[in-house]
């Protein structure tokens, strides 16, 4: 079984250099994103070893492992940025994105979180509807199975039915 690191979720957490912010643009962003105290920075990353060399982010294409690009730069308030694991100068993998948005970084939600917090809301939903509706369901053993609403009390009406399994 493989173990799931916590950096590998970090949906609930963002992270802010403010004196950064005023001055991000497309050409320093991937910088701002590797500051040493931003939580989402993988150290061991391509991006780093060519920060090192210091050679320019074309290189990163001709190397294998993982690499941050700039995949997205709407000036001045949003930058997305991709994290993916480089197996050749053409194949790629996504492995996360993040946004930043007025120079706040946030990790976006993978297709399967998504699906699973909306399931999890309809469920809910459902559930919440299925307690309110038993709340109003009576049973006695010679009368059966009745509904008794509260607002139909007062007008002197209770419905029932007679349940046959």
């Known amino acids: 079984m493989a173990t799931v690191d916590f950096r590998d979720n970090l949906l609930g957490?963002?992270?802010?250099?403010?004196?950064?912010?005023?001055?991000?643009?497309?050409?320093?962003?991937?910088?701002?994103?590797?500051?040493?105290?931003?939580?989402?920075?993988?150290?061991?990353?391509?991006?780093?070893?060519?920060?090192?060399?210091?050679?320019?982010?074309?290189?990163?294409?001709?190397?294998?492992?993982?690499?941050?690009?700039?995949?997205?730069?709407?000036?001045?308030?949003?930058?997305?940025?991709?994290?993916?694991?480089?197996?050749?100068?053409?194949?790629?993998?996504?492995?996360?994105?993040?946004?930043?948005?007025?120079?706040v970084v946030y990790q976006a939600p993978d297709l399967g979180t998504v699906i699973s917090s909306r399931a999890l809301s309809a469920v809910h939903g459902i559930q919440s509807a299925f307690d309110e509706a038993m709340s109003y369901c009576r049973y006695h053993p010679s009368k059966g199975y009745w509904w008794h609403f509260k607002d139909q009390e007062e007008r002197g009406f209770c419905g029932s039915f007679k349940l046959i399994v």
């Open 13 to 103: 957490i963002s992270w802010v250099d403010s004196g950064w912010v005023p001055i991000l643009n497309p050409g320093n962003v991937l910088d701002y994103f590797s500051e040493r105290s931003n939580p989402f920075d993988d150290r061991t990353c391509n991006n780093e070893v060519v920060k090192m060399q210091r050679l320019t982010l074309e290189h990163l294409n001709q190397m294998v492992g993982v690499e941050y690009i700039l995949l997205h730069a709407q000036e001045p308030i949003l930058y997305i940025i991709r994290k993916q694991q480089r197996q050749s100068p053409t194949q790629v993998i996504p492995m996360a994105d993040y946004y930043i948005i007025a120079g």
